[in-house]
């Protein structure tokens, strides 16, 4: 091998590296903190039921626009339709604009007609740490 693709491949092997780092993993006991921000709006846990928004148990893993019994913003319901399913990124990228995310996550899926109006969740976590470590308390308490 060229010594020139060995220093390109080591290049890769470190910046990859280097994203794994800049990408700390959340700490759900921190994020059982910043979910007290959450409780206005939402329950989780054992006896969850809806409050102004959806209970957050199971919610890795289920369709955007889904709770059985919430009547959800006709954008969220939009981006369940066109196939946003809470995972992770999906979850990291929506806490920090909902309204932002989901009009651009049903624009970049050919929805761009149904990306009007508004969610009804107002909040929005900034702090990307904060927002690291909800997740890992959601996950939880998800199957």
């Given at each position: 091998m060229p010594r020139f693709s060995l220093v390109l491949a080591a290049g890769a092997v470190l910046a990859t590296m280097g994203s794994a780092a800049a990408q700390p993993?959340?700490?759900?006991e921190n994020g059982a903190d910043v979910f007290k921000k959450c409780r206005a709006c939402h329950m989780i846990g054992?006896?969850?039921?809806?409050?102004v928004g959806p209970p957050q148990n199971n919610l890795i893993g289920r369709k955007a626009g889904t709770f059985e019994g919430y009547s959800y913003s006709p954008l969220n319901k939009a981006a369940?339709?066109?196939?946003?399913v809470w995972n992770e990124q999906t979850i990291f990228e929506y806490l920090a604009a909902p309204n932002a995310f989901l009009k651009k996550f049903l624009t970049d899926n050919g929805k761009a007609d149904q990306a009007t109006g508004s969610t009804k969740m107002a909040f929005k976590l900034s702090d990307e740490q904060d927002r690291r470590d909800?997740?890992?308390?959601?996950?939880?308490?998800?199957?």
């Open positions: 993993a959340g700490n759900a054992e006896g969850a039921r809806t409050l369940g339709e066109a196939g946003l909800v997740i890992a308390y959601l996950k939880t308490f998800s199957k």
